[in-house]
């Protein structure tokens, strides 16, 4: 799986968007790109995936570059129970390649 | 429907003793992973179970083994702990499509070893 680049630390004002980017500059034609975030004290939650088209759910939306090599997680209007890592990952979505390999994420702090 | 679930939530074990952490996995889901997460760490995958059969496995050593029974429970084992081996244990499940719509995760067992 490609590795990614995340930045250690974020801040946003509530009711503001949070962008959170993310670099995976190795990323292969065969790989996704998934989100998730862990609050503190709970497991990892996913948020949303996606290969090369943006991508919104009720949770986020996914901008990922044309060229795939980076991409941003937004959080539209970002509440303080949005405070949490923030983990971009890289993975082949296909059977037989089970594992999410993680980073050290991006520690978003939601500011009130 | 209900979510993953772990069990116990808190441990402290003696070096050199083996633990036995359990999951119950959301309902649906056959597909079960373990992870381990070091404070301050991102969690590190130790092994899936599909169909009762370990289906990859992290770089974790022998004494960390598993098991995935009928109703797609599973335990996580640990032999001859070490005072490295203190984490929050992670269970995770999915249906059987690599995690392509996602991992469901638990809470984690907080494992001390003293």
């Known amino acids: 799986d490609a590795k990614t680049t995340q930045p250690p630390s974020m801040d946003c004002a509530e009711g503001r968007a949070a962008n959170l980017p993310c670099n995976h500059s190795?990323?292969?034609?065969?790989?996704?790109v998934y989100w998730y975030r862990q609050i503190h004290s709970q497991g990892p939650q996913y948020i949303i995936h996606?290969?090369?088209n943006n991508e919104t759910n009720e949770m986020a939306s996914l901008i990922i570059t044309e060229d795939r090599k980076s991409s941003t997680l937004i959080l539209p209007h970002a509440t303080l129970r949005d405070t949490a890592v923030y983990y971009c990952?890289?993975?082949?979505?296909?059977?037989?390649?089970?594992?999410?390999?993680f980073g050290t994420g991006t520690r978003l702090t939601i500011i009130p | 429907e209900t979510g993953v679930t772990q069990s116990p939530t808190h441990l402290i074990k003696t070096r050199g003793q083996q633990v036995t952490l359990r999951c119950s996995s959301q309902?649906?889901?056959?597909?079960v992973s373990w992870y381990q997460q070091a404070l301050g760490q991102g969690p590190q995958f130790i092994f899936q179970?599909?169909?009762?059969?370990?289906?990859g496995r992290g770089n974790f050593p022998p004494r960390f083994s598993g098991l995935q029974f009928p109703n797609y429970s599973s335990e996580l084992n640990v032999n001859a702990l070490e005072l490295d081996d203190s984490a929050l244990y992670l269970c995770?499940?999915?249906?059987?499509?690599?995690?392509?719509?996602?991992?469901?995760f638990g809470s984690g067992t907080r494992l001390t070893v003293v």
């Open positions: 995770a499940s999915s249906l059987p499509t690599g995690g392509y719509y996602g991992y469901t």
């Open positions: 190795t990323i292969s034609g065969n790989e996704y």
């Open positions: 996606g290969l090369k």
């Open positions: 990952i890289v993975r082949a979505a296909s059977f037989g390649n089970e594992k999410l390999t």
């Open positions: 309902s649906g889901h056959n597909t």
């Open positions: 179970y599909y169909r009762e059969e370990e289906n």
